[in-house]
């Protein structure tokens, strides 16, 4: 299977501070690719989909400017948490998909964990 | 909106099977998934079935699909210690894009 990595593993930030998330496809050109944020013992919520060379499709009740998706070319998805308030602290993990067997698989990344101080 | 419904945790004895339950909430749903998520590892599919089929099987994953009671489920037999991990149900409500929808996760603990 495909394999997606993020950086960085692990970021604390300031309050008022943006963060960039990177999001690779090491062995796939992605089209397509999803952000995903999980709090702790809660379902993984879809924030948006990244759209190679087009605007990001975000789910409802996702800011988007608060998050900014820019997915510049088939290997790379960034996420950028604008102006970072503690409530975004939280699990956040991309996903690359591609059609196969008829169904979309997704493979996964490691997540990154971002805590605002 | 809805949630995908699973109970949060399940404890085996090794050897014996597991039975996690998932309620999902859309009905036109193409495909219902079952993901693993071990610590600090990204999720993994482990299967996954299209709603025109009641049942599959995959080695020692068996799945079931009620699609008039929206409920899913994942057997694992003979589980083994390597099978502790938190399983995610997830449904597409219908995208063909890829989007998934998914449930709190079911931490699994196998007691040798």
């Known amino acids: 299977g495909a394999v997606v990595s993020q950086h960085p593993s692990r970021v604390i930030c300031k309050s008022g501070t943006s963060v960039k998330i990177e999001c690779r496809s090491l062995d796939f050109q992605a089209t397509t690719m999803f952000w995903y944020r999980q709090f702790p013992k809660q379902s993984l919520m879809l924030m948006a989909t990244?759209?190679?060379?087009?605007?990001?499709?975000?789910e409802q009740g996702v800011e988007k400017d608060k998050f900014l998706i820019n997915h510049a070319s088939l290997t790379l998805s960034t996420l950028t948490v604008t102006s970072a308030h503690p409530e975004d602290s939280s699990f956040y993990i991309c996903?690359?998909?591609?059609?196969?067997?008829?169904?979309?698989?997704?493979?996964f990344g490691p997540g990154t964990r971002l805590t605002v101080l | 909106g809805e949630d995908v419904e699973q109970s949060l945790f399940l404890s085996v004895r090794e050897g014996d099977s597991s039975v996690i339950n998932c309620t999902y909430t859309?009905?036109?749903?193409?495909?219902l998934y079952w993901y693993k998520q071990e610590p600090g590892a990204g999720l993994q599919l482990l299967t996954y079935i299209f709603s025109n089929m009641d049942m599959k099987q995959d080695q020692r994953l068996t799945v079931l699909l009620n699609k008039k009671d929206k409920h899913l489920s994942l057997r694992i037999a003979d589980t083994q210690t390597g099978d502790s991990a938190i399983y995610f149900c997830a449904e597409d409500r219908g995208s063909t894009l890829g989007r998934l929808y998914f449930g709190r996760g079911t931490q699994l603990t196998v007691w040798p």
């Open positions: 996903s690359v998909s591609f059609l196969a067997g008829g169904t979309n698989e997704q493979f």
């Open positions: 990244s759209n190679e060379g087009s605007k990001a499709t975000y």
């Open positions: 859309d009905s036109s749903s193409t495909y």
